[in-house]
């Protein structure tokens, strides 16, 4: 820290404990910040596109992740560093907003500080570039609007949805079996969509892992699966047109409030206690019975007597179901959730066509599948693999896929991925320089430059030069003015993402633009960095 002298040469003290705390400033600290974020960048660079690595990731407890969505890796990694944090921060901003392009955002945002950085070295004001990118991310939207298509879907022709979450699914590990996993990401969001409100609620959208099995025995089921059985072993596992009783209270007799003792001591006295309960019980299967049920879904458990009663009257009962999905399954059966047995009645029971229980394998699990529900606006899907890492994997490519079929609802506009919307705007944003004097142009050929780093790092993660490859693609998009030309990652043998059927959806692309450049804004203008020493 700067000592400061009075008139006296006396030096006096301005911060609070100084010499604790370390101080950078002016162009120290952008590169400083700028270094923190290129690293945070440089990790997630290896796992972009469809040829990208996997991230293994230990929590300090033990557990293993491995996973190579861009917002899961930044959680699950302790950052330390301030900017670092706010590259995570960007990249669950994406996942909240759009769902996929995780990954995309930070590359592009490390991208873009890495271009700063020249600038900042040749002397150029941060804020000029700042006000550069910003110029540059707004041609860079517009044009995204301008090379976007739309692209017509129904309930019936489904075909371009599910072209759009393969392409979200090819960068996971479960592409070899996308196309299964596309289509079922798109019928889930159909089920639950509201077409004319262009609005899916995805909290209606289970999805449940069990392991064993393979990848391809992963279905969808129109109705909700239970991680239960049935509380007695002799109760029928299948059960057709089920009227189900929903319940939160617990098969029991009523317990006071108050503390209490009971005093027995003779045979009558309990034999009538006894009695007393099983009075209880008997009205409770009753009030059942009566309002019609042939199901009965408890959210407490019931003991063995009263289990023992349900059986008697051959009521199947299912005990111990958690919350979330008692109200899944009476959104789905069109049920009402019970708090009393006083209050039961025909008209609170859900209906399900089919309630049956599926054992797997050898093993002893059992699961109940509630299906042909009246209101099939529920759907799980369940997914099936070989150990816990590759379902929970599964279950985030699945969620990624879900967003993006989700936003075309909402938004059907797609542009062409790859790569090619990049290098497309990279070449805009390069003509739109020349029309701007003064410093920012230089910040907007920067913007035009960091643009380059998405397909550069596709061809470096296949394997392909990248500066070549890139060179090629530019020139040909420039030659034959085709934004649809990209990184062939897959070896196809054409440029052409049009005819690969790579899409993505048009707003998950202006996001990660706008969202990087804030970013990157925000990391630039800061000036001074105080922070406490460390001893």
């Known amino acids: ?155 019936d022709n489904i075909e371009p949805l599910v072209q759009t979450c393969m392409t979200t699914l090819s960068s996971k590990i479960v592409n070899r079996c996308k196309r299964a996993l596309a289509e079922i990401a798109v019928k889930a969001v159909l089920a639950v969509a509201d077409l004319e409100r262009k609005d899916v609620n995805l909290d209606l959208i289970k999805v449940e892992g069990k392991v064993g099995g393979k990848l391809e025995d992963t279905e969808l089921v129109y109705g909700i699966i239970v991680d239960k059985d049935m509380s007695h072993p002799q109760m029928p596992k299948r059960i057709e047109d089920a009227k189900i009783a929903i319940l939160t209270c617990p098969f029991e007799p009523p317990k006071p409030k108050t503390k209490h003792k009971v005093d027995i001591d003779t045979v009558e006295k309990f034999q009538t206690l006894r009695e007393q309960e099983q009075k209880y019980f008997d009205e409770m299967v009753q009030k059942c019975k009566d309002a019609g049920a042939t199901l009965v879904i408890c959210q407490w458990g019931f003991d063995d007597e009263a289990n023992h009663l349900l059986m008697h009257r051959n009521l199947p009962a299912v005990r111990w179901v958690g919350g979330v999905e008692l109200e899944l399954i009476a959104i789905a059966t069109g049920g009402r959730i019970v708090p009393r047995f006083q209050e039961l009645s025909p008209e609170k029971l859900g209906k399900a066509g089919l309630v049956r229980e599926k054992s797997f394998g050898t093993t002893k699990d059992r699961m109940l599948y509630i299906e042909q529900c009246a209101n099939s606006r529920a759907v799980t899907i369940f997914i099936r693999g070989g150990n816990k890492m590759m379902i929970e994997e599964t279950k985030r490519s699945l969620h990624d896929a879900l967003c993006v079929a989700r936003n075309l609802i909402r938004n059907n506009s797609i542009v062409y991925g790859g790569g090619s919307a990049e290098i497309s705007c990279s070449i805009a944003v390069e003509t739109a320089a020349d029309r701007h004097p003064g410093v920012e142009q230089y910040a907007i050929r920067s913007f035009a430059d960091a643009l380059d780093a998405v397909p550069l790092a596709l061809a470096e993660n296949s394997g392909l030069s990248p500066i070549d490859t890139l060179t090629a693609v530019k020139a040909q998009q420039v030659k034959e003015s085709n934004p649809h030309c990209g990184i062939d990652c897959n070896d196809v043998g054409t440029n052409d993402m049009k005819e690969q059927n790579v899409f993505e959806t048009l707003i998950g692309k202006q996001q990660q633009i706008l969202l990087a450049t804030q970013v990157v804004k925000m990391i630039l203008k800061i000036d001074d960095v105080i922070s406490p020493s460390e001893y």
Not at 144 to 153: M, V
């Open 1 to 155: 820290m700067a000592l400061a002298f009075d008139e006296f040469g006396r030096p006096f003290i301005i911060l609070r404990e100084q010499e604790k705390k370390t101080r950078l400033r002016g162009l120290d600290a952008q590169k400083a910040n700028i270094g923190a974020g290129k690293a945070v960048a440089r990790i997630l660079r290896t796992s972009l596109g469809p040829k990208g690595a996997d991230k293994m990731l230990q929590s300090p407890d033990g557990d293993v992740i491995i996973t190579n969505d861009g917002a899961t890796i930044l959680e699950q990694m302790d950052v330390d560093n301030q900017i670092a944090k706010l590259m995570v921060e960007l990249s669950r901003s994406q996942d909240y907003e759009i769902g996929d392009g995780t990954t995309g955002v930070v590359v592009m945002a490390g991208a873009l500080l890495e271009q700063a950085e020249k600038l900042l070295e040749r002397g150029i004001h941060p804020i000029r570039v700042a006000e550069g990118y910003e110029m540059a991310s707004k041609v860079a939207f517009d044009h995204l609007e301008r090379i976007s298509e739309k692209f017509e879907f129904s309930a």
